[in-house]
């Protein structure tokens, strides 16, 4: 269930949030390689940009980061701890504690005000009340939409649910978020907006994030950009 | 809007939209056509079970009958024939016709047989089919113990040209030689021809008939025809006897169509509750097509075209069905469900050719109904979705619901006030229509008036600080809409079970108490049930009150009375015991408090009596006996759920009294021992027949009893059962389906660190509070329901009353399974919705 002690040793010297080791993934059991090899490590406060085409694995890499799937080879882990010898319970612990999410259609609960829909992972972690409340509160100040928190999604627009996401994501201040297009679907001011509430927060918490994007204007707001391809991850080579 | 469009693009609409539809739940959708089929199915079967068999009925009236003018009737053990003679003189009368009508007794068979005796000469101008079909051997009919008997009676005897037939006159054993067998085209029922003065020799009738065919001459007054008659004989026209057959089984027609109504409507539930689900599952895409150009007219019309569509498929499907179930019932179940004729007609009928011929246009009728009930069940819905502003489908939520659900609670409440009013309405032609419109009322009232109610529980349930409880009521309070269809779906098909079962089990236990109190004695005997030539003498009674090992028999004659040429006949029992003894053994509802006036006889009559002639207590009743009115008082009105036409009560003193009649041909006999059998044995000992005596204990009549009442009622369990399955399978796939829809939800969740069994909990506390919701209100309202059955339409069906009774444990069940079925349900589409899908499905878009 846990990785070695050794690992988690070493890793936590090295403040390490998340490590890729040869990671391969294949479609199907027998079918073609989505990627092989994958290597990475990614450190608290950093920020990293991961761009790719369509079809080259992003989401993939981005669900067996989260422990959502498993590898065929290679091993993710996450806080040192080895996904591959968790259960899934045991890994969705973790990642209640430990992972945000920020998805490009907002997937805010339709049936929850603003406010319960930003405090559910805290309700999940049984944070108790006052504290849960105050720490809704903050992060809700954090994004701006504190004046939205009694409101219900559908009266919202979708700069103002991505918000409520990106609070959602980082109220439990987790190690790593994980951010999958989350500007496909806003206007170009609304992005802009976003990304850097992103940054902000992700700094704020000292924690990593992870940002999967098409947008090179998106991803020019990490800390580095690595490419996935054929070839696994590297890093962007600058054209201009 | 633009509204000059091409004629093909609704066309094109709706074939999208219902294509689609198919593709994406065919399981739910062959549900809701099962539904419509099986309401259409039990309409149009039993509706052509009952035209074959009326139809069949009226034939062989017909020509029983002939074609006289006029019936003069009189009581079953019949009239001096002197009367024919008068009539037959009477310059009113054209030709009249002696016949002299017995149901005969066979020794060993409880079925008699209906035997004519008649002039063949007179008959064969007045029944012309009959006497035709003999040709060349009405010489043969003359001969002293000569029958004919109809190709129906003779396979159901296994007898042919030639044979015996043995029967039964008073306690002695006796044959008849069969001289001939009618074509089957002749007569269908059961049925044996002599010639008249045979048949007053042979059953010791001799100069008595009880009918005489007449036929007038043109311009006679028939109601002065009518005031020569002696007491206790009726003129009754031809029709008005046919009439009679179709009355005498309207009540078990009228309730089994409302079985058969009762399905369709779940069918027509299911489609709204189909449409509404599926409208509201597919707003964004029908907010799409109406930004993309599409009409609200065209958009109304494509989502009625479904419910049509639906409809149309589910009645051709419930015809085809109904022709099969009338065409098996009609050859093999034939004979339950109270419904005499039915024997007969399924005897009669061997294919489902003369099922299709029975009613073609109806069948039409039944196609009709069932395609308007779908396409009025599509209305609603397809109306909510074309008035919805597209802005508004497209945004998606379902917070106009609660619009609606606040505006239709007063139409709720507006119509649980009109059902209450109507169950205190009265029956319309021995029909309870307003019970049933009550019913109806009732039901929808509370349908209207739930949502509002789930609405406020759902407010004040408190949050309890567990997240998967707390977020599945937060779902259910924010998707009222689909919620309350769900629930809608549940409450309807419970509560109709729930108030079924609670008037079939009060009727049980009423039935079984009545049994108890009619039953007190360790034996019961009787002659055949119904005949008219089997009896045992005064030397017989005594006989048979010597038998060793016999404390007591209390004899009685019973007979059948035409009170009322409109009616059938009542039963009349005379009791060979005093008031006192009579007035203590009968299951007596109401009794007279005053005494009985001097010189008078009393009487007590049966609820059914007292309805259907509208006899109070303390009223003088006029019985027509030994060629007298004969009054009585009534004393008293008792409970009966064998006779259903009518029975009488009165002493054995005041019968042979005013009759001279001290024959008996029932008793009860009680034992000083305990040896049943040798006392059985011995009874039997007593005739030259032994079989011929039917003798049971009262512990089997009783076992016997309450299993024809188990088996008439096996309908009704059955259709119950489909009707739940249907509802369940309703909402099983309503669950299933909502909880695909949100799988991108499901998938968010566990994204955010929520388990699997903590997703498929939250979905299961959502199906655990609605169906315990349903069941609640299911319970009550079945309640109420079971009230209007029980009070209303019981009473004004049958004109018998029954006592209310409660089955706790059957109903605890029912709710447990319902409950369970809900939570399974919930559990499995929880488990299919958060498989790996859901957490792709969060990339796909809402």
């Given at each position: ?41 990614l ?8 761009m ?16 959502l ?13 080895d ?5 899934d ?34 309700e ?24 939205l928190?009694?409101?219900h ?50 700094k ?22 690595l ?14 | ?15 999208v ?28 079967a039993?509706?052509l ?27 079953r ?11 037959a ?28 005796g ?31 008997l ?32 009618l ?11 002599m ?8 059953f ?66 299911l ?8 409208v ?12 993309l ?15 049509a ?62 395609t ?20 508004r ?51 929808f ?23 998967v409880?707390?977020t ?6 924010e ?23 609670i ?6 236990a ?28 005064p030397?017989?009674?005594?006989r ?60 007590w ?24 009115t ?22 054995r003193?005041?019968y ?45 009549l ?24 249907i ?11 909502t ?24 979905v ?11 069941v ?20 004004q069906?049958?004109n ?29 589409s ?15 878009d809402?």
């Amino acid at each position: 269930m846990a990785s070695t002690p050794l690992d988690r040793k070493g890793m936590e010297a090295e403040n390490a949030v998340v490590r890729l080791e040869n990671l391969s993934k294949r479609f199907g059991h027998d079918g073609a390689p989505i990627f092989e090899g994958l290597n990475l490590e990614l450190r608290r406060g950093e920020y990293l940009a991961i761009m790719g085409e369509s079809g080259v694995g992003k989401s993939t890499l981005l669900n067996l980061l989260a422990g959502l799937d498993r590898p065929d080879c290679g091993c993710v882990c996450l806080e040192g701890l080895d996904l591959s010898r968790m259960d899934d319970d045991a890994i969705t612990l973790l990642r209640r504690r430990s992972v945000g999410f920020v998805f490009q259609a907002f997937h805010v609960l339709p049936y929850l005000t603003v406010e319960q829909n930003v405090a559910l992972p805290l309700e999940l972690l049984r944070v108790a009340e006052p504290e849960r409340t105050q720490r809704t509160a903050q992060m809700l100040e954090a994004v701006g939409i504190s004046a939205l928190a009694r409101r219900h999604p559908r009266e919202l627009s979708g700069g103002e649910l991505q918000r409520i996401a990106i609070a959602r994501a980082l109220v439990h201040r987790p190690r790593l978020v994980l951010a999958d297009e989350p500007t496909g679907n806003l206007d170009p001011r609304s992005a802009a907006q976003t990304l850097a509430l992103l940054r902000t927060q992700v700094k704020a918490n000292a924690g990593a994030g992870i940002l999967i994007t098409h947008s090179r204007t998106a991803a020019d707001t990490a800390d580095r950009i690595l490419v996935l391809d054929g070839q696994g991850l590297k890093p962007l080579v600058s054209s201009a | 809007m633009n509204r000059s469009v091409q004629p093909g693009v609704s066309w094109t609409i709706w074939r999208v939209l219902l294509l689609s539809q198919w593709r994406e739940q065919p399981v739910r959708l062959s549900v809701t056509v099962l539904a419509i089929a099986l309401g259409v199915a039990l309409g149009a079967a039993v509706h052509l079970i009952n035209a074959v068999a009326l139809g069949e009925f009226s034939a062989a009236a017909k020509r029983l009958v002939g074609e006289p003018d006029l019936v003069v009737r009189g009581p079953r053990e019949g009239f001096k024939e002197d009367l024919f003679v008068t009539l037959a003189r009477d310059p009113a009368v054209h030709l009249a016709s002696p016949v002299l009508e017995l149901e005969v007794a066979l020794p060993g068979q409880r079925d008699t047989l209906k035997v004519l005796g008649l002039d063949p000469f007179r008959a064969a101008a007045l029944q012309p089919a009959l006497i035709g079909d003999m040709a060349g051997g009405v010489l043969d009919l003359l001969r002293p113990d000569g029958i004919y008997l109809s190709a129906s009676a003779a396979q159901r005897l296994h007898l042919k040209h030639g044979d015996q037939l043995p029967i039964m006159v008073g306690d002695s054993p006796k044959s008849l030689r069969v001289v001939g067998i009618l074509s089957e085209e002749a007569y269908g029922q059961a049925l044996g021809i002599m010639d008249i003065a045979s048949a007053q020799w042979v059953f010791d009738k001799i100069g008595r008939v009880n009918r005489i065919d007449l036929r007038l001459e043109s311009g006679t007054d028939v109601d002065s025809l009518r005031e020569r008659l002696p007491a206790g004989v009726l003129a009754v026209a031809p029709e008005v006897e046919r009439q009679r057959a179709v009355t005498a089984t309207r009540a078990y027609r009228v309730n089994l169509n409302m079985l058969a109504l009762v399905a369709l409507l779940t069918g027509a539930f299911l489609v709204f509750s189909t449409q509404s689900l599926s409208v509201l599952r597919r707003r964004a895409s029908l907010g799409l097509l109406r930004a993309l150009g599409v009409t609200r007219s065209q958009l109304q019309l494509a989502l009625i075209g479904e419910g049509a569509a639906l409809g149309l498929v589910g009645s051709l499907a419930g015809i085809l069905l109904g022709l099969m179930c009338a065409s098996v019932v009609l050859q093999w179940v034939a004979g339950d469900l109270g419904n005499v004729q039915l024997h007969t007609a399924g005897s009669a009928l061997h294919t489902a050719k003369a099922t299709l011929r029975a009613a073609p246009l109806n069948l039409l009728v039944f196609l009709a109904i069932g395609t308007t009930v779908a396409t009025l069940g599509a209305w609603l819905p397809a109306r909510t979705a074309a008035r919805q502003p597209p802005a508004r489908s497209l945004k998606g939520g379902d917070a106009d619901y609660t619009v609606f659900a606040a505006r239709s609670w007063r139409i709720g409440v507006a119509l649980l006030a009109a059902g209450a009013l109507l169950t205190t309405l009265p029956a319309v032609g021995g029909l309870p229509v307003f019970g049933y419109a009550a019913i109806a009322a009732l039901l929808f009232g509370a349908v209207l008036l739930m949502p509002v109610l789930w609405i406020k529980i759902l407010k004040i349930a408190p949050r309890i600080d567990v997240t998967v409880a707390d977020t599945a009521i937060a779902q259910l309070r924010e998707n009222i809409g689909l919620s309350t269809l769900s629930l809608a779906s549940v409450i309807v098909s419970f509560s109709l079970m729930v108030a079924m079962a609670i008037m079939v089990y009060s009727f049980r236990a009423s039935f079984e108490q009545w049994l108890g109190k009619l039953l007190p004695a360790d034996l019961q005997m009787r002659e055949p049930l119904g005949n008219d030539t089997a009896y045992w003498s005064p030397a017989d009674q005594a006989r048979l009150a010597a038998v060793p090992g016999v404390a007591r028999i209390e004899f009685r004659r019973t007979r059948q009375l035409l009170l009322d040429a409109a009616h059938p006949p009542v039963t009349l029992i005379a009791r060979n015991s005093t008031g006192a003894q009579i007035a203590d053994a009968l299951p007596l509802l109401r009794r007279m408090q005053s005494p009985l006036p001097e010189g008078t006889e009393p009487a007590w009559i049966s609820e059914a009596l007292g309805d259907l002639y509208g006899y109070k207590l303390g009223d003088t009743l006029a019985l027509p006996l030994g060629g007298r009115t004969r009054r009585f008082t009534i004393t008293g009105i008792w409970r009966d759920y064998a006779r259903a036409f009518g029975a009488i009560v009165i002493t054995r003193t005041a019968y042979v009294e005013a009759t001279g009649d001290s024959s008996a041909n029932e008793g009860a006999v009680w034992l000083d021992g305990r040896n049943t059998a040798a006392a059985e044995a011995a009874l039997r000992g007593c005739f030259a027949r032994p079989d011929a005596l039917e003798i049971l204990t009262s512990t089997a009549l009783r076992e016997r009893s309450l299993g024809l009442f188990d088996r008439a009622f096996a309908i009704t369990y059955a259709l119950e059962a489909v009707a739940v399955i249907i509802g369940l399978v309703g909402v099983s796939l309503a669950a299933s389906s909502t909880a695909l829809a949100r799988r991108a939800e499901f998938g968010m969740l566990r994204h955010i660190g929520m388990l699997r069994r903590q997703v498929i909990g939250m979905v299961a506390s959502e199906g655990a509070v609605m169906s315990l919701f349903g069941v609640v209100y299911g319970l009550i309202l079945g309640g109420m329901l079971s009230l209007v059955l029980v009070y209303v339409v019981n009473r004004q069906s049958f004109n018998w009353s029954i006592d209310l009774a409660l089955p706790g444990r059957q109903l605890a069940l029912l709710a447990l399974i319902l409950i369970a079925a809900a939570a399974v349900t919930a559990l499995w589409s929880g488990r299919t919705a958060t498989g790996q899908d859901a957490v792709r499905a969060v990339r796909e878009d809402w």
